[in-house]
């Protein structure tokens, strides 16, 4: 008696068994096809959409570059002078699986940069998203500060601006598709002390980028900015740390990657109802 029950309880375990194994293969199965499916759909975007990126080589450009790689897009970085950290930033992308070039050239000289952009749209038909990042400080008091400190400040942002957007603008209102992002700052929109360049530049920043938005919405292009506080780069190095966490609700300082996760937001189709915006990324500052 014992032995027959025994039996019919190995029987019904063995269909158990079968049952749940069939399951783990349905299972499996699922998870292939998505795996696969994502695979697939990354190689198309890789393959179907391009993003540049201004001044890519590091800070807050190179977290942008690696986080819109993260998503499938093939990399343009634009920098001026810093090989190493250029290609320090595609090795970033390339060990992620992702691809991306460099092209230097100063974005503020309207010859290369025109002779750089029309080589870089001969080589891709397909940017989708462009990023102005390039931006350079020169601090110091208005009534102290050199004519050529202003300059360069203005001729890096709005002059590149121009410079970059022009020419690929004219691509995406071609293709009736595409994303533009600038980097403006919180000294655009909270008066900071010894940066009136910088800001007067990042203020016209997100003028020009309102303007522009406005004028290409019904071409299907998105334009917005982005607008960091206080984030870890190079830019804030020597910068009294403390005293400026006391002003910062957060209490901290920025992380790069935490901009670029906006920046990659403004350019994927969740923001496809957002145009002419400025997003700050601050840490609560008013």
């Known amino acids: 008696m014992f032995s027959s029950i025994i039996s019919l309880d190995l029987v019904e375990f063995a269909h158990l068994l079968s049952f749940a194994y069939s399951d783990v293969l349905v299972a ?12 697939r759909e990354q190689k198309i975007m890789k393959e179907e959409q391009v993003a540049l990126v201004t001044g890519g080589s590091r800070g807050i450009g190179r977290a942008i570059a690696v986080e819109l790689s993260s998503v499938g897009y093939e990399l343009i970085i634009t920098y001026k002078s810093d090989d190493v950290s250029a290609e320090e930033t595609l090795d970033i992308i390339r060990s992620q699986g992702g ?81 533009v992002v600038s980097i403006s700052s919180v000294s655009a929109l909270v008066g900071n002390r010894g940066q009136s360049n910088y800001a007067a530049a990042k203020a016209g920043l997100i003028a020009a980028s309102r303007s522009l938005a406005s004028e290409v919405a019904r071409f299907g292009i998105r334009v917005n900015v982005v607008a960091p506080g206080l984030i870890d780069t190079g830019m804030i190095k020597g910068a009294p740390l403390q005293k400026i966490k006391d002003i910062i609700p957060m209490a901290r300082i920025g992380k790069p990657e935490e901009v670029a996760k906006v920046v990659r937001f403004l350019c994927s189709d969740d923001a496809s109802y957002i145009t002419g915006q400025v997003i700050s990324v601050n840490g609560g500052m008013l």
Do not use: C
């Open 99 to 179: 691809m991306g070039e460099k092209v230097k050239f100063d974005v503020t000289d309207s010859t290369k940069a025109t002779r750089r952009m029309d080589e870089i749209l001969a080589r891709h038909k397909n940017i989708r998203v462009l990023v102005n990042n390039a931006g350079i400080t020169a601090d110091g008091l208005f009534m102290t500060m050199r004519e050529e400190d202003w300059d360069r400040v203005i001729q890096t942002t709005l002059k590149g601006f121009y410079n970059v957007t022009k020419p690929v603008i004219k691509r995406m209102a071609r293709d009736h598709r595409g994303s």
């Open 28 to 39: 499996l199965n699922i998870v292939g096809i998505t795996i696969m499916t994502r695979r």
